[in-house]
């Protein structure tokens, strides 16, 4: 038996009163029930505190550091917590293993009337559901100042999935994501008189001429597989063509939105 007095700053097992709340923050419903998400790596909280997250606690791994930076940025009160190595990995277990990681409380949920304060270009993914592919496109975003991003068919605690956040870089946090079902979005965008512009192999305008179009556009994209619905087709008002080796069958989404949103550059900076 153990001298050692207890501290309740050390996670050393999972019978820890703290590390039922990690576990639950791994899934969907345990993110529901706390109102509380999990974000990876210090870049990754250093990135959402930037943007206004409340940080409630910092978890660290055995002979991980937090550095002198992330300490002193965090929000007032927050605690700081270790997880002993062997606890760290029972508590992941087959999720990805995290050494440094914090407890935020969720942003608050954003829908399509945020649209009406934003000037610049937004862009839409519909039915996109790899973390790696929206990650990418959430930093050719914000890298290409874009007014921010609308996620339809996503549950909005999917948002802020651990997943996303890593491969966003953090930048998530920075970059106005929305989100709707495609319904709603186009009921939206009838009563509002927004301009929908999808990517089509056979349109007749070529991507490099949608820079000189004047307006804010809604640019649409659907995935890799199957491409926008019927119905966002149909609403759309402008399309444009890639010009690709016909050898190649299609784009991933992530760089067709890199190459399309380039475009774009001086509409959203000028």
Same mark, same amino acid.
């Given at each position: 038996?153990?001298?050692?007095?207890?501290?309740?700053?050390?996670?050393?097992?999972?019978?820890h009163p703290l590390a039922g709340p990690?576990?639950?923050?791994?899934?969907?419903?345990?993110?529901?029930?706390?109102?509380?998400?999990?974000?990876?790596?210090?870049?990754?909280i250093l990135e959402a505190l930037e943007?206004?997250?409340?940080?409630?606690?910092?978890?660290?791994?055995?002979?991980?550091?937090?550095?002198?930076?992330?300490?002193?940025?965090?929000?007032?009160?927050?605690?700081?917590?270790?997880?002993?190595?062997?606890?760290?990995?029972?508590?992941?277990?087959?999720?990805?293993?995290?050494? +440094?990681?914090? &407890?935020?409380? /969720?942003?608050? $949920?954003? *829908? %399509?009337?945020?649209?009406?304060?934003?000037?610049? @270009?937004?862009?839409?993914?519909?039915?996109?559901?790899?973390?790696?592919? +929206?990650?990418? &496109?959430?930093? /050719?975003?914000? $890298?290409? *100042? %874009?007014?921010?991003?609308?996620?339809?068919?996503? @549950?909005?605690?999917?948002?802020?999935?651990?997943?996303?956040?890593?491969?966003?870089?953090?930048?998530?946090?920075?970059?106005?994501?929305?989100?709707?079902?495609?319904?709603?979005?186009?009921?939206?965008?009838?009563?509002?008189?927004?301009?929908?512009?999808?990517?089509?192999?056979?349109?007749?305008?070529?991507?490099?001429?949608?820079?000189?179009?004047?307006?804010?556009?809604l640019i649409v994209f659907g995935s890799?597989?199957?491409?926008?619905?019927?119905?966002?087709?149909?609403?759309?008002?402008?399309?444009?063509?890639?010009?690709?080796?016909?050898?190649?069958?299609?784009?991933?989404?992530?760089?067709?939105?890199?190459?399309?949103?380039?475009?774009?550059?001086?509409?959203?900076?000028?």
């Amino acid at each position: 038996m153990t001298n050692e007095p207890y501290n309740p700053f050390l996670i050393d097992s999972l019978n820890h009163p703290l590390a039922g709340p990690i576990r639950q923050l791994l899934h969907r419903d345990g993110r529901r029930e706390l109102n509380r998400i999990l974000i990876d790596d210090e870049e990754n909280i250093l990135e959402a505190l930037e943007a206004g997250v409340e940080i409630e606690s910092v978890y660290y791994a055995g002979d991980e550091v937090i550095s002198d930076e992330l300490r002193s940025k965090l929000t007032p009160g927050a605690t700081i917590h270790e997880v002993a190595k062997r606890t760290t990995k029972k508590i992941f277990e087959n999720d990805k293993l995290s050494r +440094i990681f914090a &407890i935020a409380e /969720t942003p608050p $949920a954003k *829908d %399509l009337e945020m649209l009406k304060s934003i000037k610049k @270009d937004v862009v839409v993914l519909e039915d996109v559901s790899i973390s790696g592919n +929206i990650g990418n &496109i959430i930093r /050719t975003s914000l $890298a290409l *100042d %874009l007014g921010g991003m609308i996620l339809l068919n996503m @549950d909005p605690l999917d948002v802020y999935d651990r997943r996303l956040i890593r491969a966003s870089r953090g930048y998530l946090f920075s970059l106005p994501v929305m989100t709707a079902s495609t319904a709603e979005f186009l009921a939206y965008c009838q009563t509002n008189h927004e301009t929908l512009l999808v990517t089509d192999m056979d349109a007749d305008m070529s991507v490099e001429e949608i820079a000189s179009i004047p307006q804010r556009l809604l640019i649409v994209f659907g995935s890799e597989k199957e491409g926008c619905s019927p119905e966002i087709e149909a609403a759309a008002a402008m399309r444009a063509r890639i010009p690709i080796n016909p050898r190649v069958e299609s784009l991933n989404v992530s760089a067709a939105a890199g190459i399309t949103l380039f475009q774009r550059i001086g509409f959203n900076r000028k």
